[in-house]
């Protein structure tokens, strides 16, 4: 048995993907017992579960050797493909992680930091905004290491003037529900990174996109949307209140409002799902002389 697997979920565990039909699960009966019993189900259960529940399965975890699982898709082959495709853009790519989770709100300021670390007008990039980024990377999924890796790339970038960066990450973050508006958690994260991007003192001409890699983001017609530090006043231009479609949840709406809709991201379904990807260029240092 061959299973040729695409991998939606981070980390690519093989049981868990499509529940892994075709790889043991790890979890012993007595976990799940343990949780048809604390919601008082156990009683109503069919008896063909009662069965399969009550056999003896020693070999937990274990594959069987006529079995060979392929993971041929997955976020990381995804973000490896976008980085080859940077390099033939001219640009120099940077491949964060293929895990980032939790919050789009800590989400954003972390891709906030990043572009004020790479994009600073200082010789040497502060000292407090690495300690930054190392405090919160691991809150959205980020592992030090990487974070550690990634910062002395965009240093190196800074000092050898390699151009402009393509700083590529993936994975599946979250939104808080305050609203009942339309969007998702590409364009809600493309929407807050924006306001990081235009909040901050010196404007680092970053661009961002978050997109999700089936051409469908939430309950819209978008896969995501781009956005940069010029969001904040093409809102205000127009009349918008960001906060509001924020607290709304509606982020759908305002890229749709927000210039005739030309920031959103729409390919069309793809017909595939190796969760999302996000993008963020990064011009060339200000710095003409590092050395």
């Not at 039909?21 to 008082?40: G, H, L, M, N």
């Not at 939430?218 to 009349?239: F, H, I, K, R, W």
Request: with cysteine; glycine share 10%; hydrophobic share 35%.
């Amino acid at each position: 048995v061959v299973a040729l697997i695409l991998s939606d979920v981070i980390g690519d565990p093989l049981d868990l993907i499509a529940s892994g039909p075709t790889v043991r699960s790890d979890s012993k009966p007595e976990e799940v017992w343990a949780i048809f019993d604390r919601y008082k189900l156990s009683d109503s259960l069919p008896s063909s579960v009662k069965e399969v529940l009550s056999k003896t399965r020693p070999h937990y975890g274990e594959t069987k050797d006529h079995v060979l699982n392929v993971v041929i898709g997955s976020n990381t082959i995804a973000l490896e493909c976008a980085s080859r495709k940077a390099v033939e853009l001219g640009l120099r790519p940077v491949i964060l992680s293929p895990g980032v989770c939790g919050d789009v709100r800590f989400v954003s300021q972390l891709y906030g930091l990043l572009s004020r670390f790479a994009c600073s007008p200082e010789k040497d990039p502060p000292p407090e905004l690495a300690a930054e980024i190392l405090q919160l990377g691991p809150e959205v999924g980020v592992e030090s290491w990487d974070l550690c890796r990634t910062m002395n790339m965009l240093v190196e970038e800074r000092k050898e003037g390699w151009g402009a960066t393509c700083l590529l990450a993936g994975g599946e973050p979250t939104v808080q529900l305050t609203g009942k508006g339309r969007g998702g958690r590409n364009q809600e994260l493309a929407l807050r990174v924006g306001l990081e991007l235009s909040s901050s003192e010196v404007k680092s001409g970053a661009v961002f996109l978050s997109g999700g890699t089936d051409g469908q983001d939430g309950p819209t017609e978008a896969a995501g949307a781009v956005t940069d530090g010029e969001l904040m006043e093409e809102t205000t231009s127009q009349g918008l209140d960001i906060n509001g479609f924020l607290t709304n949840n509606d982020s759908f709406t305002f890229f749709s409002q927000l210039s005739e809709g030309r920031r959103l991201l729409m390919p069309g379904l793809t017909g595939t799902n190796v969760m999302d990807v996000h993008v963020m260029l990064l011009p060339p240092s200000p710095q003409t002389d590092l050395q």
